[in-house]
């Protein structure tokens, strides 16, 4: 079987490297000659709207799936006229459009912050009054990481972030003083059945994921797979699906969802019984979904911007390198460190040390 993936950053090397041994071939496109996944897939390099590379993908390929969401809407159509495409179009569509998502979560009765979509500065001064201070500006579309991001704290605030967007619409958020965040990865066949990871407790910084951590036995576990069964079933959804929320007193708020393998699932490569990446490969391609139970206690560290010496990393007890291959460049994820020990104690002891070694080499 061979899957076709769009995009071959470091997603897409991990699929690969978890296909693999179940005989499984990948082929991937990317504008970039660089790519991380290149090394391990055959690599199509040109535009993903390239109809001659399309149309090779799409003959070359049994299913084709994709490592990032903004694919151009007609991109994810063409290939799903000519071949199979997990997950469906729909999915992309709804996660690349924030204001589109928020709705849609909504209607599904998974509450989110209050939001308001923007498309001037009028809307966004008359927008405030009903959100209240602080908030926070996004673009609609092409955000990820905290990009076209600002935090309102002030009126004064409200100029230089609308000039900051350019113009592009936009939707204003009350900003949620949460207990903690997680996210829930889940993971759907062609079938309808679903399983679930434990929910990844997630630390952020400068809207960037930076430790997640495996909490077997949450007490939002239940909460946050009613939520994503509900996402996941609206969309007919089959592959790895991964919703972010926010915990305020003991009640999820839905942030945004991922129609993709998440960097807050990346412990799931050692820290569970089957990682997403191998989940997602087997949903697409209708194979039996293995396991999702936690193999002892798990985190993940990201690095960020720069890295340490492979050395240092693996003189850390139970610490699992993941290079991407890809040149340390500021707020680029360089690689991850997964934590798997037998304590709870020794896994948060490695994990404070990966994130002082993390924090020494970050630039970002
Ligand atoms: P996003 O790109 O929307 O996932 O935002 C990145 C990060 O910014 C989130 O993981 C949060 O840490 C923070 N953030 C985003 N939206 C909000 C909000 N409405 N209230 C508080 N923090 C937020």
Redesign the pocket.
């Known amino acids: 079987m061979k899957v076709g993936i769009l995009g071959a950053g470091q997603l897409a090397r991990m699929i690969a490297l978890a296909g693999y041994p179940l005989g499984v071939e990948f082929i991937v496109l990317d504008p970039s000659a660089e790519a991380c996944s290149t090394v391990l897939c055959e690599h199509l390099l040109g535009d993903y709207n390239d109809p001659v590379l399309l149309a090779e993908l799409a003959e070359r390929a049994d299913v084709v799936t994709y490592e990032f969401e903004n694919v151009p809407a007609d991109v994810a159509e063409f290939l799903e006229n000519h071949t199979t495409v997990h997950p469906a179009p729909k999915a992309l569509a709804v996660a690349q459009d924030r204001l589109v998502e928020k709705r849609f979560l909504q209607e599904l009765g998974i509450p989110t ?1 209050a939001y308001v979509a923007i498309d001037s500065l009028d809307d966004l001064e008359q927008a405030m009054l009903t959100v209240g201070w602080p908030a ?1 500006l ?1 673009s609609r579309t092409q ?4 990009k076209g ?1 600002s935090i309102l704290k002030s009126p004064a605030d409200l100029m230089p972030a609308w000039e900051l967007l350019q113009g592009v619409p936009a939707i204003v ?4 003083s ?1 207990n903690r ?1 997680i996210s829930i990865i889940a993971v759907r066949n062609i079938a309808g059945e679903m399983v679930f990871y434990p929910v990844s407790e997630n630390l ?1 910084r400068g ?1 960037i994921l930076r430790v997640s951590e495996c909490r077997a036995s949450d007490p939002m576990q239940q909460q946050a797979e009613a939520y994503v069964t509900k996402l996941a079933e609206a969309l007919a959804y089959v592959g790895v699906l991964a919703l ?1 929320l ?1 915990e305020v007193d003991g009640q999820l708020l839905a ?2 969802f991922a129609p993709r393998v998440h960097n807050s699932g990346h412990w799931t490569i050692e820290g569970a019984e089957t990682s997403q990446f191998e989940n997602h490969v087997r949903a697409i391609l209708n194979l039996p979904l293995g396991a999702t139970a936690p193999v002892g206690f798990a985190a993940m560290v990201n690095f960020i911007g720069g890295l340490p010496s492979t050395e240092q990393l693996l003189s850390i007890p139970d610490a699992h390198v993941h290079l991407y291959g890809k040149e340390p460049r500021k707020g680029r994820k360089v690689a991850h460190v997964t934590v798997r020990s037998k304590t709870a104690e020794q896994m948060i002891a490695s994990v404070s040390a990966l994130v002082r070694l993390s924090d020494q080499v970050d630039c970002s």
């Open positions: 912050p926070i996004k955000g990820y990481d905290g991001q958020e009350g900003f949620v949460f965040e952020h809207g972010e926010f942030n945004e």
